[in-house]
Each structure stands twice: as C-alpha cells, then as structure tokens.
Nanobody, 123 residues
Framework: QVQLVESGGGLVQAGGSLRLSCAAS????????MGWFRQAPGKEREFAAG???????YYADSVKGRFTISRDNAKNTVYLQMNRLKPEDTAVYYC?????????????????WGQGTQVTVSS
C-alpha cells in the first residue's frame, strides 16, 4: 500500500504560480513512476505531468513550458511547480503512483491516488 497526500493548492490570479507537493508513504518510493492528473468540474480526469523512476519527465501539451515536475526520493515527495497559471488550469489536482519504470498518461494504469488538492485560478 502507498499513501499519497497532496498539498499546496489554493487561489491564485492568472499569471501567478503555485507549487504542489505530494508526500508518499513507504520505503520504495524511488521505484515508482509518479504522475500528476487534474480534473475540472464536469470534465474527465486528465494527465498533466509525469516523472519516471529515472527522472525522465513528461507533460501534457496544455502545460508544457509552464509546469515542471520533479521528485526528491530522499523525502518521498514529488512536486509540481506551476507557473503562468491560466483560468483553464482550475481543477482538483491529484498525484498518483505506479510500480513501473515508465510513465503513462492513462489514469487506469496508476495504482494509488491521493485525495486531491484544489487549484483555482482567477481571471
């Protein structure tokens, strides 16, 4: 079992920044690929960013160049730095883990999920 706890969400004006954190339990964090997903009201949960065990990063086109995913295996934490935020980034953001070498954008491939953190971007 892996427990994931997100933090760092909030209300920010368009153009602003937020940094999300996801703290994971367990001693095998470094063996997991991690993903950040988001779900806006009335929409399906979608992939935003992912990081492999080796540290390779992947981004949805909608966030590329504005968001940065990183991980600190010593702290069992994955981060999502979000810059130049737009109102369309408003969503609940979830982190997820999968016991695999690689990242995938498919949400069904992830084994464990956090409870989510709300990000609201005002125009």
């Amino acid at each position: 079992q892996v427990q994931l706890v997100e933090s760092g969400g909030g209300l920010v004006q368009a153009g602003g920044s937020l940094r999300l954190s996801c703290a994971a339990s367990g001693r095998t964090f470094s063996s997991y690929a991690m993903g950040w997903f988001r779900q806006a009201p009335g929409k399906e949960r979608e992939f935003a960013a992912g990081i492999s065990r080796a540290g390779a990063t992947y981004y949805a086109d909608s966030v590329k160049g504005r968001f940065t995913i990183s991980r600190d295996n010593a702290k069992n934490t994955v981060y999502l730095q979000m810059n130049r935020l737009k109102p369309e980034d408003t969503a609940v953001y979830y982190c997820a883990s999968r016991d695999s070498l690689v990242v995938t954008a498919s949400r069904t491939a992830y084994d464990f999920w956090g409870q989510g953190t709300q990000v609201t971007v005002s125009s």
